[in-house]
């Protein structure tokens, strides 16, 4: 079987920390795979409010998830602490990727690497809009 592999980058524009919560457990006694997309959800939010945007108004424009990668590298745990640092790429016309790297606090261990591809829309228009400028420039691309 084929297996993902994301290339991912050297340095990150952004850190944070999140605490694995009793309700992100699955009944394997470690965290979903649907509870770690809602923690990477958080730190994109999170991510954004550093920069002074939201999902809803980048310099006047929206973001929509258009893909998403993720390979687990290791078990997650109720009460582990996850640095998830975020980084930006591949930069195209409507948009780019982001890239996750997610470590236990306490060990070190990665346990995750994730992309997700980020479409610029403008709802009042109904439509696909190009990437803000300044939004690259943040990104430090």
């Known amino acids: 079987m084929a297996r993902i592999e994301i290339k991912m980058p050297e340095t990150y524009l952004f850190e944070t920390c999140l605490d694995v919560r009793i309700s992100d457990i699955n009944y394997g006694n470690h965290l979903g795979h649907d509870a770690f997309v809602s ?19 980048v310099e006047g424009k929206s973001i929509i998830i258009s893909d998403l990668a993720v390979t687990y590298k290791s078990q997650v745990f109720h009460g582990d602490t996850l640095k998830i640092e975020i980084a930006g790429g591949d930069v195209n016309k409507y948009g780019c ?38 939004f690259i420039e943040k990104l430090k691309l």
């Open 39 to 57: 923690l990477l959800h958080e730190a994109r939010i999170r991510f954004l409010k550093n920069m002074g945007y939201s999902e809803i108004d």
């Open 97 to 134: 990727d982001l890239f996750y790297r997610v470590t236990r606090m306490e060990n070190g261990t990665r346990v995750l690497a994730a992309k997700t591809g980020l479409v610029f829309f403008d709802y009042a228009a109904s439509k696909v809009a190009p990437i803000p400028g300044p």
